[in-house]
């Protein structure tokens, strides 16, 4: 790890639900300092809904000091979508559309450059691996993925609910975090959690194109090679952000 990252401070990729705030809880008993990061870009609505669960933090572990933050991503999303557009049209084709990717690749990158700007040892999610079905980036391939892009820059990568049980709402309702333990219900799960308009546009791609007409292994194939070409291309933006803060292009992307 660098040495000027602190090993007690870390960043959670936080969408205020109960998988992030249950990782969030766990990484508590272990971090004096945790940097909750909720993210927006053009199609995420209510997301003052991530705010519920960082006071039930607060309450619970007053002895961490939780820093919440909402982050626009939409220059940094909209780089990725539209930078190289036709190029990336010949490359990957209708994996364009899978636009819950393209912000999974944009969180991650506005996360590392978080950590570094601001000394953060570690950097976790609540993916589960519960979804790999649905989110081939919650698998354990992309988690080695993270680990590795991560591990680059001398912050280390987690995901402290990958194995745990899918009910985290269950598990946080008797740490006595929520006060509900069907949190996850629908209906409920809107009380802390926002929503993305953009999620149908990716389901269309990943499960009526690729799933429905290749399977799994298919959709999991070009979802990696998506991967590697456009985290290949952010290694590039922060490589140059670290040699010359001004005037590279990352600054514009997080400003």
């Not at 519920?52 to 979508?81: C, G, S």
């Not at 990717?101 to 570690?122: S, Y």
């Not at 009380?191 to 959709?219: F, M």
Request: aromatic residues 12%; proline residues 2%.
């Amino acid at each position: 790890m660098n040495s000027e990252l602190k090993a007690n401070k870390a960043a959670v990729l936080y969408s205020g639900g109960c998988d992030s705030t249950y990782a969030a809880a766990l990484l508590a008993k272990e971090c004096d300092e945790i940097h909750l990061l909720s993210y927006y870009h053009v199609g995420a609505e209510k997301l003052d809904t991530t705010k519920v669960n960082v006071v039930r933090l607060r309450e619970k572990f007053p002895e961490t000091k939780f820093v919440h933050q909402i982050i626009n991503l939409d220059k940094m999303f909209r780089e990725l979508l539209y930078g190289r557009y036709l190029r990336d049209i010949f490359k990957h084709g209708f994996f364009n559309l899978a636009m819950c990717t393209i912000c999974k690749v944009a969180m991650h990158t506005r996360t590392l450059i978080h950590c570094l700007d601001n000394k953060l040892g570690q950097a976790c999610d609540g993916a589960n691996r519960a979804r790999e079905r649905t989110y081939p980036s919650e698998t354990p391939r992309f988690m080695a993925f993270h680990r590795k892009f991560y591990a680059g820059y001398g912050v280390k990568y987690s995901s402290p609910v990958f194995d745990e049980p899918l009910d985290t709402d269950r598990i946080l309702f008797e740490m006595g975090i929520v006060d509900s333990k069907d949190m996850k219900a629908k209906g409920k799960n809107e009380e802390i959690e926002p929503y993305c308009r953009q999620k149908s546009i990716y389901h269309t791609a990943t499960q009526g194109y690729y799933v429905n007409l290749w399977g799994y292994d298919k959709l999991d194939e070009v979802a990696y090679k998506y991967y590697e070409d456009k985290f290949g291309l952010m290694r590039k933006y922060i490589d140059e952000y670290l040699e010359d803060r001004e005037s590279s292009k990352m600054l514009k992307l997080v400003s």
